[in-house]
């Protein structure tokens, strides 16, 4: 047996893929192939749906949520944005000058995770509820209007995905900066390198693999996100991840609420295409095998 | 309907229902809920026991005493009992024989979660009223609280065996007026045998519900009332549907998205009836309530949320739920709050939440010797005065006052004559207008 798998290396390879492969067939392409097939479906609940190959639902879905479209794009690179702003110098701190306390300092970065999701967002609505912990000294202070609010407008929204993608942000950062060797920012100051010199042409490009993993992993869950949406926001800043599970769950209308979740996928994906042609793929695919 | 776990599981999970409230409360603020119920709990044996012994009643004796205790299992044959409870046992046993044959077997019934009684101290698993049932009836019950959504429980549960014509492993299934239509349209509901209870103990609003005539798709379990929750220290007293459209409340409102209720109130509002609200009429409601979402007059669309929402001072208006104002209603004098629920002078609007037999269940006669065993006054009253919905059985108000005086005289869990006049009950509709209804309402408020 071992003979064999010595002769063929490959072998190996694939059975060591096997589990994982499968998983992703099972679980994964099956759902979206079936997904695609329920999204040309004509028909209701009652007298049953039939595959029509409808495919002019996908112009009709896409004129008539543009909006919501824009919405999610723009809420969640905005959330990406500010996650790299706020991630950036925490991951370089903990790498740079964290010592004996990264590990702490990591575990500090983690540990919301250790609560749920929607149990996180919901003390959001706490913290920033309209006579709450930020806002009623504010108030008092007549720094703000009485009637100003911050909770169901876009802002609460964003500063809610913001948060709970931060660590998604901060993680791949840190592992990217915590591998650059010291002696390369040596080198840089040895060769007469100002601080911002150091930073711009050595840190940075090195950090790149980590801020490309970082911004995909917040920015593909925080634009199909609908949590912080529904408990954060208003009417007026829905995303397109409400209307796909009203569609689903209101209005019992499978094909459309298919359809949008397609063209949602692959809007994500042709983005992430053209995003990794800008940045380099060389980068994003070094920084995934590193 | 493989294509959607995630939106489905994400579904259940977050957004907020009536009852999931319920649910993630049920831990944390189970003495607040003791409290609002009118000391159904810890103080229930002192109170049921006095009033037992002051009327004379054995029959009225706090069953979830007795059986809280020994019944620690949960099994319901193992509650050990005490002598004193065989009176009631045999007095209430006498409509069994007359109504449905069943005297023994199982049968098992889906309903929602903070639908039924719970057992005190150790006991909080055991339901006594149902202990009771099993000991009176010989029949058992297997009671599980797995309706979380009308919609994923049609879903997950009914449409494919039924679609395929096999028993969907379900005796009862507690589902709300709508979801019973459709279930009775696509012909997947058995008929309920009439028995000695029901329909006879029906309350006769129920009685004239036009998509049911005779009653015999449909047992209701519990109603609401879906009317105006406001805090009357920032508003002073409120009567008047006008409120939802007032600028001086702009962004410190909420409507509800249930589409029947926010709907239903919007079309009250406008002098429509929603028991026969037309096309015209529904699109005039719709364009009110898209007005008022792009005035900004909205802040949210909420399911109970509201709650929280009204506790914290960030509303002060909401259509709001009867049953979930219960827990409100004390004034907060520390924090300058007093909520009232107001039955608007245009009307509420009434949901039913219903057991109901789906089609080959194999024990349906267990099934209707429950419903009629709950229509019994004395038996609803028990369910009632921990529930503290409105109660849809003749007699409960009687019988509830054995348990507390106080709920009897409650009119949010008994409505006066005068208040069920004014309630309405949402137009019945076939599953493409359904749709093409909730597709309009979603559209309106930014879905």
């Given at each position: ?5 010595r ?26 192939v ?56 925490l991951?370089?701190?903990?790498a ?46 007549g ?56 930073f ?91 | ?32 809920f ?68 069943a ?40 009671y ?45 509901l ?61 962004g ?19 002098g ?15 364009a ?92 609803a ?12 059985v ?23 004559a ?16 359904a ?13």
């Amino acid at each position: 047996m071992s003979g064999i798998l010595r002769r063929h290396p490959t072998a190996v390879a694939y059975a060591l893929l096997a589990p994982g492969l499968f998983y992703l067939l099972v679980f994964y392409l099956i759902p979206t192939v079936q997904m695609f097939l329920v999204s040309l479906w004509t028909g209701n609940l009652e007298d049953g749906y039939s595959l029509t190959f409808n495919f002019s639902i996908y112009p009709d879905a896409l004129s008539q949520y543009w909006g919501q479209f824009v919405r999610s794009v723009v809420y969640g690179g905005g959330a990406t944005v500010l996650t790299f702003l706020l991630g950036f110098p925490l991951a370089y701190f903990i790498a740079f000058r964290g010592g004996r306390y990264k590990n702490l300092l990591l575990f500090l970065v983690i540990a919301p995770f250790f609560t749920s999701f929607l149990l996180r967002t919901l003390s959001w609505k706490l913290i920033l509820s309209d006579d709450g912990l930020v806002l009623a000294p504010l108030k008092t202070l007549g720094l703000v209007p009485d009637d100003f609010r911050i909770l169901a407008t876009p802002v609460a929204v964003i500063a809610g995905i913001t948060y709970n993608f931060l660590p998604f942000m901060t993680l791949p950062l840190y592992v990217a900066l915590e591998k650059i060797p010291p002696s390369l920012l040596e080198a840089a100051e040895d060769l007469y390198a100002s601080n911002w010199q150091r930073f711009r042409r050595v840190t940075l490009p090195l950090a790149l693999p980590g801020v490309i993993a970082g911004s995909l992993l917040t920015f593909i869950p925080a634009v199909g996100d609908y949590v912080n949406a529904e408990l954060l926001g208003s009417p007026q800043s829905q995303m397109i991840g409400n209307v796909i599970q009203a569609r689903f769950l209101a209005v019992g209308d499978y094909p459309t609420g298919s359809a949008l979740s397609f063209i949602l996928m692959a809007a994500i994906l042709i983005g992430v295409l053209i995003y990794a042609r800008i940045v380099g793929t060389e980068e994003l695919l070094g920084g995934a095998s590193a | 309907m493989t294509q959607h776990h995630a939106p489905i599981e994400d579904g259940t999970t977050v957004s907020i229902t009536r009852r999931r409230l319920l649910q993630l409360s049920a831990a944390a603020g189970l003495s607040a809920f003791l409290a609002a119920c009118g000391t159904a709990g810890t103080k229930s044996p002192a109170t049921s026991a006095s009033a037992a012994a002051a009327t004379g009643t054995p029959s009225a004796t706090g069953t979830p005493v007795a059986t809280g205790t020994p019944g620690a299992t949960g099994v319901p044959g193992a509650s050990g009992t005490p002598g004193a409870e065989t009176p009631g046992a045999t007095a209430s046993a006498e409509p069994t024989p007359g109504s449905t044959p069943a005297s023994s077997g199982s049968f098992k019934m889906a309903t929602w979660i903070g639908y039924i009684d719970v057992g005190t101290g150790k006991d909080k698993k055991s339901h006594p009223s149902l202990i009771r049932f099993t000991k009176e009836t010989g029949v058992e019950i297997d009671y599980q609280e797995s309706v979380n959504d009308n919609e994923s429980f049609f879903a997950s549960q009914l449409k494919g065996p039924l679609q395929s014509g096999l028993d969907t492993g379900w005796d009862i299934v507690v589902l709300t007026d709508w979801m019973i239509i459709r279930l009775a349209k696509l012909g997947w509901l058995e008929t309920i045998t009439p028995g000695a209870t029901f329909p006879t103990n029906l309350l006769d609003v129920y009685k004239t519900r036009d998509w049911d005539p005779g009653n015999q798709f449909a047992a209701p379990w519990q109603s609401g009332m879906t009317g105006i929750a406001f805090d009357q220290k920032k508003t002073g007293p409120l009567t008047s549907l006008d409120v939802f459209f007032d600028q001086k409340y702009a962004g410190k409102m909420t409507y509800l998205t249930e589409m029947r209720d926010t709907v239903g109130l919007t079309a009250l509002k406008l002098g429509s009836d929603p028991a026969t609200l037309t096309q015209e009429q529904f699109d005039a409601a719709i364009a009110a309530i898209k007005q008022a979402v792009s005035d900004q007059l909205v802040r949210q669309l909420t399911g109970n949320s509201y709650v929280e929402d009204m506790q914290g001072g960030n509303v002060i208006v909401a259509m709001g739920w009867s049953g979930d104002v219960q827990g409100l209603l004390v004034p907060d004098q520390s924090k300058d709050q007093d909520f009232q629920w107001a039955l608007p002078d245009q009307g509420a609007m009434l949901w039913t939440d219903n057991m109901a037999i789906p089609k080959g269940a194999k024990n349906k006669g267990q099934a209707e010797t429950f419903i009629n065993w709950y229509y019994i006054a004395k038996n609803a009253a028990e369910v009632e005065a921990w529930v503290n919905y409105v109660c849809p059985v003749v007699g409960a108000d009687v019988e509830i006052t054995k348990i507390d005086p106080a709920l009897g005289s409650n009119t949010l869990i008994f409505p006066s004559a005068e208040m069920q006049a004014k309630l309405h009950q949402f137009v019945a509709l076939d599953t493409n207008q359904a749709s093409a209804w909730e597709s309009a309402f979603t559209k309106a408020i930014g879905q």
